[in-house]
Nanobody
């Protein structure tokens, strides 16, 4: 079965850094667009960053210049390097794998908590 397993979350102080990892299994990783989403308490889940199978990236305006998404297809892993973290980055971060459009497939990880203290 498909599994997306996130790791790397935790508690960090204002201005600190964290690197999230998401290891995928059960899919042909290289053909999927991989994304990181986050959901803060009382808020909707939002896209943080995504990287296509070809390596194109896009970011939410709130994280541009601070976060970097990357992927290593040989390890079936996508990363999110988060620098200069702010309290408003506090959320559960979810890994997402999706492909389409002819046959739409989408998978989610279980999430990892990121807490930024001030």
């Amino acid at each position: 079965q498909v599994q997306l397993v996130e790791s790397g979350g935790g508690l960090v102080q204002l201005g600190g850094s964290l690197r999230l990892s998401c290891a995928a299994s059960g899919i042909i990783f290289s053909i999927y667009t991989m994304g990181w989403y986050r959901q803060a308490p009382g808020k909707q889940r939002e896209l943080v960053a995504a990287i296509t199978s070809g390596g194109s990236t896009n970011y939410a305006d709130s994280v541009k210049g601070r976060f970097t998404i990357s992927r290593t297809n040989t390890k079936n892993t996508v990363y999110l390097q988060m620098n200069n973290l702010k309290p408003e980055d506090t959320a559960v971060y979810y890994c997402n794998a999706n492909k389409g459009p002819l046959v739409r497939l989408e998978y989610w990880g279980q999430g990892t908590q990121v807490t930024v203290s001030s």
